[in-house]
C-alpha cells in the first residue's frame, strides 16, 4: 500500500498471522538434516517456496536453487508486507527492512574479503531493502573492500564505513565494518518517542521491540569483535538506543559472561528469557552463545507480540521468525552439501 492513510495493525497482523502458521516447525528442521540438497529442493515444493522452486528449477539445482528459491521467497514475503501496510505502520515496516541492505552490504565486504566469484557474492544477496539493482550491481563488480566503502558513501552507511575501513586497515578484521553497518542503521531506525507518550502508543511499542534488538546486537557485536582478537575498544562500536548496558559497562562484561547474563537475567527481559537465559548459561562456546543469544530475541519479541497484538510487535516478530526460517534451511542445505554430521549442522541452527 503506501505510507499515506491510517495505519492498518488489525489487518496487516491477520495476515501475518497466517504467515506465521507456514513457517517450518523444528521438527521439519530435523526431517531436512537427514536429506541431501535434491530432497530438501523437493520437500520444499510442498510449502509456500513452491513458486520459488518451480520458477527457479529450469536453471538452478541442488544448493543453489535452495538458495535462490529462499532468497526470492524472502524477498516476496517482505514486498507483501509493504504492499499490504498503510500509514505509520508502513514507514515502520520500510524503515526496519533497511536491514537487509545491511545484509547485502555485509554479504558484499566478506565476499570481497573472501575472495569469492562475483556469482557467489549475488548468491547470497537478497532484495529486501532499498538498495536498487543497480546499486548492489556496482558493489557486486567492485574491486575490493576499499571500493565497495566508497561505493556506498552516498548512504547513510557511508560516513561510519569511511571511519571504520581505517581500522580495518590497521587490524585486518572485518568487525569493524560490521558493526559499523549495524550501527549507522540503528542509529537511523530508533525513533524519539514523544514526552509523555502513552507506554503502548504506536511509537513508543515500535521503539520498545527496537530497543530489545539492539540489546542483544551490542552484546553480539562486543562479543564477535573479542572473538576476533583485533585490538578494538568495543565502545567505539556500540549502538546507542539501548536499555540494557552502557558502552563502557558492556566492554567490561564481554570477559565475564556469568556476569554477562546474570545482567540480562535482572532486567526487563529476564522473566519472559528464563529457558533462553539457561541456554546462554550453558552455551560452551561463543558460536553457541550466539545461537542463544538469538532464540533470546526471538522469544521477546513474540512476547511483545502477545503482549500488544494488535501493533507493529507481531510484525516485526515475523520478520524475525522468517529470518530464522531462511537461515536455518540455508545451513542445512550448505551443511549437507560440505558432508557435515546432523550434529555438527544442528549447532548452527537456531532452534526454539
Given at each position: 500500500?503506501?505510507?499515506?492513510?491510517?495505519?492498518?495493525?488489525?489487518?496487516?497482523?491477520?495476515?501475518?498471522?497466517?504467515?506465521?502458521?507456514?513457517?517450518?516447525?523444528?521438527?521439519?528442521?530435523?526431517?531436512?538434516?537427514?536429506?541431501?540438497?535434491?530432497?530438501?529442493?523437493?520437500?520444499?515444493?510442498?510449502?509456500?517456496?513452491?513458486?520459488?522452486?518451480?520458477?527457479?528449477?529450469?536453471?538452478?539445482?541442488?544448493?543453489?536453487?535452495?538458495?535462490?528459491?529462499?532468497?526470492?521467497?524472502?524477498?516476496?514475503?517482505?514486498?507483501?508486507?509493504?504492499?499490504?501496510?498503510?500509514?505509520?505502520?508502513?514507514?515502520?515496516?520500510?524503515?526496519?527492512?533497511?536491514?537487509?541492505?545491511?545484509?547485502?552490504?555485509?554479504?558484499?565486504?566478506?565476499?570481497?574479503?573472501?575472495?569469492?566469484?562475483?556469482?557467489?557474492?549475488?548468491?547470497?544477496?537478497?532484495?529486501?531493502?532499498?538498495?536498487?539493482?543497480?546499486?548492489?550491481?556496482?558493489?557486486?563488480?567492485?574491486?575490493?573492500?576499499?571500493?565497495?566503502?566508497?561505493t556506498l558513501e552516498g548512504t547513510?552507511?557511508?560516513?561510519?564505513?569511511?571511519?571504520?575501513?581505517?581500522?580495518?586497515?590497521?587490524?585486518?578484521?572485518?568487525?569493524?565494518?560490521?558493526?559499523?553497518?549495524?550501527?549507522?542503521?540503528?542509529?537511523?531506525?530508533?525513533?524519539?518517542?514523544?514526552?509523555?507518550?502513552?507506554?503502548?502508543?504506536?511509537?513508543?511499542?515500535?521503539?520498545?521491540?527496537?530497543?530489545?534488538?539492539?540489546?542483544?546486537?551490542?552484546?553480539?557485536?562486543?562479543?564477535?569483535?573479542?572473538?576476533?582478537?583485533?585490538?578494538?575498544?568495543?565502545?567505539?562500536?556500540f549502538i546507542e538506543g539501548g536499555?540494557?548496558?552502557?558502552?563502557?559497562?558492556?566492554?567490561?562484561?564481554?570477559?565475564?559472561?556469568?556476569?554477562?547474563?546474570?545482567?540480562?537475567?535482572?532486567?526487563?527481559?529476564?522473566?519472559?528469557?528464563?529457558?533462553?537465559?539457561?541456554?546462554?548459561?550453558?552455551?560452551?562456546?561463543?558460536?553457541?552463545?550466539?545461537?542463544?543469544?538469538?532464540?533470546?530475541?526471538?522469544?521477546?519479541?513474540?512476547?511483545?507480540?502477545?503482549?500488544?497484538?494488535?501493533?507493529?510487535?507481531?510484525?516485526?516478530?515475523?520478520?524475525?521468525?522468517?529470518?530464522?526460517?531462511?537461515?536455518?534451511?540455508?545451513?542445512?542445505?550448505?551443511?549437507?552439501?560440505?558432508?557435515?554430521?546432523?550434529?555438527?549442522?544442528?549447532?548452527?541452527?537456531?532452534?526454539?
Amino acid at each position: 500500500m503506501s505510507a499515506s492513510g491510517t495505519a492498518n495493525y488489525e489487518y496487516v497482523v491477520a495476515r501475518v498471522r497466517h504467515r506465521r502458521a507456514t513457517l517450518f516447525s523444528d521438527d521439519e528442521y530435523r526431517k531436512l538434516l537427514r536429506m541431501g540438497p535434491g530432497e530438501i529442493a523437493r520437500f520444499m515444493e510442498e510449502t509456500e517456496y513452491e513458486d520459488a522452486v518451480n520458477a527457479l528449477g529450469s536453471r538452478y539445482s541442488g544448493v543453489d536453487l535452495i538458495e535462490y528459491a529462499l532468497n526470492l521467497n524472502l524477498a516476496n514475503n517482505f514486498e507483501d508486507l509493504l504492499r499490504w501496510s498503510n500509514g505509520r505502520l508502513y514507514e515502520q515496516v520500510v524503515r526496519y527492512l533497511r536491514k537487509f541492505d545491511v545484509w547485502n552490504a555485509k554479504t558484499v565486504i566478506r565476499g570481497k574479503y573472501s575472495g569469492a566469484t562475483e556469482d557467489e557474492i549475488r548468491e547470497d544477496l537478497i532484495g529486501a531493502g532499498e538498495f536498487d539493482e543497480q546499486l548492489l550491481d556496482r558493489l557486486v563488480v567492485a574491486e575490493g573492500i576499499e571500493d565497495v566503502v566508497e561505493t556506498l558513501e552516498g548512504t547513510m552507511f557511508g560516513p561510519s564505513l569511511v571511519d571504520a575501513f581505517e581500522t580495518y586497515e590497521q587490524t585486518g578484521a572485518l568487525v569493524p565494518l560490521e558493526n559499523a553497518l549495524d550501527r549507522a542503521y540503528y542509529e537511523n531506525l530508533v525513533p524519539q518517542t514523544a514526552p509523555g507518550a502513552a507506554a503502548d502508543s504506536p511509537e513508543a511499542l515500535y521503539a520498545e521491540f527496537l530497543n530489545a534488538e539492539i540489546d542483544f546486537r551490542n552484546v553480539r557485536n562486543a562479543l564477535r569483535l573479542a572473538r576476533s582478537g583485533a585490538d578494538v575498544d568495543p565502545a567505539e562500536y556500540f549502538i546507542e538506543g539501548g536499555t540494557l548496558f552502557s558502552a563502557s559497562e558492556l566492554g567490561q562484561l564481554v570477559d565475564n559472561r556469568d556476569e554477562l547474563v546474570s545482567r540480562i537475567r535482572e532486567s526487563q527481559y529476564g522473566s519472559e528469557l528464563t529457558d533462553a537465559l539457561d541456554d546462554l548459561e550453558a552455551a560452551d562456546s561463543l558460536i553457541g552463545f550466539e545461537h542463544a543469544l538469538d532464540r533470546a530475541l526471538l522469544e521477546y519479541s513474540d512476547h511483545l507480540s502477545h503482549v500488544f497484538p494488535l501493533s507493529v510487535c507481531p510484525v516485526l516478530a515475523y520478520v524475525l521468525a522468517k529470518e530464522r526460517e531462511v537461515d536455518n534451511i540455508r545451513a542445512i542445505a550448505r551443511g549437507r552439501e560440505a558432508g557435515l554430521s546432523e550434529d555438527e549442522i544442528e549447532e548452527e541452527l537456531v532452534i526454539l
